[in-house]
């Protein structure tokens, strides 16, 4: 297995210097053998990704035996998206999923591994690199160690199941746009939660104000009616001629991309119902894109008796002791380093 090369490399770095005899005395007909020099010790293996970096920096020898013994503990080979907050590779953008392209060849056609580390992207970039390794990997398992966040998410559902670390997080869906007006980045959901909200709010005072009137003026319902309306009209109305109707739509198909490309990624392992039920979870159930969705929320799926419900309901893994263990030897790496492709031996 190629995982067994990593581990074997890495544990045949302390090869035993051979030592010589202690001296005998000159025997007749027999010279002294000279001692035999010691073995050169061996040279550290040194190890590298098969994406970046390919020879420099050298991938920490503790992390590749992490690696190694994660491979080993799956019986399948692993690939690495991890990324830290600069450097080459440090989003997921067209630059990764170009890299990737150029390497499809080098992608077994076999059980694979995607192991995600990322604070996330551009949604378009995410689902063409998941496309990629599903159409080669026979499953694809996807790998959350500590986060994978916002496009990571996206990337992340192309699992037929997906392993997630004990506290490992994803997040929403919601798609960051740039606000021009405040010159910064923000999420597509604020515009279309605060028209939901308008119209919630002028519902509860149509609600509230109605039955108020009739039990304090004594008219009929058709009369009252007209008057709490033109009142709610007029509550509202400065609300609503502050959204900007071509940026909500804007905003509206930006979402509706997240939930179209998710839908697209689960078919193969969702019926299309459930599919259509976590994207549309995932984009619009989370008040912040900074909200931490858990291991328990991604596998739990709740319903209330009113008809809330709770929870993702995805296929998460059951992993085994030495799965954990190896997981827990990666995590400390990470955040330190960008790592992407395949970890393999540098050549001497």
Same mark, same amino acid.
């Given at each position: 297995?190629?995982?067994? %090369?990593?581990?074997? %490399?890495?544990?045949?770095?302390?090869?035993?210097?051979?030592?010589?005899?202690?001296?005998?005395?000159?025997?007749?007909?027999?010279?002294?053998?000279?001692?035999?020099?010691?073995?050169?010790?061996?040279?550290?293996?040194?190890?590298?990704?098969?994406?970046?970096?390919?020879?420099?920096?050298?991938?920490?020898?503790?992390?590749?035996?992490?690696?190694?013994?994660?491979?080993?503990?799956? %019986?399948?080979?692993?690939?690495?998206?991890?990324?830290?907050?600069?450097?080459?590779?440090?989003?997921?953008?067209?630059?990764?999923?170009?890299?990737?392209?150029?390497?499809?060849?080098?992608?077994?056609? /076999?059980?694979?591994?995607?192991?995600?580390?990322?604070?996330?992207?551009?949604?378009?970039?995410?689902?063409?690199?998941?496309?990629?390794?599903?159409?080669?990997?026979?499953?694809?398992?996807?790998?959350?160690?500590?986060?994978?966040?916002?496009?990571?998410?996206?990337?992340?559902?192309?699992?037929?199941?997906?392993?997630?670390?004990?506290?490992?997080?994803?997040?929403?869906?919601? =798609?960051?746009?740039?606000?021009?007006?405040?010159? !910064?980045? %923000?999420?597509?959901?604020?515009?279309?939660?605060?028209?939901?909200?308008?119209?919630?709010?002028?519902?509860? $005072?149509?609600?509230?104000?109605?039955?108020?009137?009739?039990?304090?003026?004594?008219?009929?319902?058709?009369?009252?009616?007209?008057? =709490?309306?033109?009142?709610?009209?007029?509550?509202?109305?400065?609300?609503?001629?502050?959204?900007?109707?071509?940026?909500?739509?804007?905003?509206?198909?930006?979402?509706? =991309?997240?939930? !179209?490309?998710?839908?697209?990624?689960?078919? /193969?392992?969702?019926?299309?119902?459930?599919?259509?039920?976590?994207?549309?979870?995932?984009?619009?159930?989370?008040?912040?894109?900074?909200?931490?969705?858990?291991?328990?929320?991604?596998?739990?799926?709740?319903? /209330?008796?009113?008809?809330?419900?709770?929870?993702?309901?995805?296929?998460? !893994?059951?992993?085994?002791? !030495?799965?954990?263990?190896?997981?827990?030897?990666?995590?400390?790496?990470?955040?330190?380093?960008? =790592?992407?492709?395949? $970890?393999?031996?540098?050549?001497?």
């Amino acid at each position: 297995m190629a995982s067994s %090369g990593i581990l074997q %490399g890495i544990e045949g770095n302390g090869a035993e210097a051979v030592t010589a005899p202690a001296g005998s005395n000159n025997v007749a007909g027999h010279n002294p053998q000279p001692p035999t020099a010691p073995a050169p010790p061996a040279t550290p293996k040194k190890y590298c990704a098969s994406i970046f970096p390919t020879v420099k920096p050298e991938l920490d020898r503790g992390f590749a035996a992490a690696i190694g013994q994660l491979e080993s503990a799956l %019986g399948y080979p692993v690939w690495l998206i991890l990324e830290s907050d600069s450097g080459p590779f440090s989003s997921i953008d067209d630059d990764l999923y170009e890299a990737f392209y150029a390497s499809r060849s080098e992608i077994e056609r /076999s059980h694979l591994g995607l192991m995600i580390h990322s604070s996330g992207g551009d949604a378009t970039a995410a689902f063409k690199i998941a496309r990629l390794f599903q159409r080669r990997a026979r499953p694809l398992t996807t790998i959350i160690p500590k986060y994978a966040k916002s496009a990571a998410t996206l990337m992340a559902l192309a699992g037929s199941t997906i392993i997630k670390a004990e506290d490992a997080e994803f997040g929403p869906l919601d =798609v960051q746009v740039m606000d021009l007006e405040r010159e !910064e980045y %923000g999420s597509a959901l604020n515009a279309v939660q605060s028209l939901e909200r308008i119209n919630a709010f002028s519902l509860t $005072v149509i609600d509230q104000l109605t039955p108020l009137l009739m039990s304090r003026s004594g008219r009929r319902l058709d009369v009252v009616l007209p008057m =709490v309306m033109d009142y709610t009209v007029k509550l509202v109305r400065p609300l609503l001629e502050k959204i900007d109707t071509v940026d909500f739509t804007r905003r509206s198909r930006e979402l509706k =991309v997240a939930e !179209e490309y998710a839908l697209r990624l689960m078919k /193969s392992s969702y019926s299309f119902e459930e599919a259509k039920r976590i994207a549309q979870h995932l984009v619009d159930q989370y008040p912040t894109h900074e909200f931490v969705i858990d291991r328990e929320e991604c596998k739990m799926r709740l319903r /209330s008796g009113t008809g809330t419900t709770y929870g993702i309901g995805l296929k998460l !893994e059951d992993t085994s002791p !030495e799965v954990n263990a190896a997981l827990d030897l990666i995590i400390p790496f990470l955040g330190n380093l960008n =790592v992407i492709g395949r $970890v393999k031996e540098v050549a001497a």
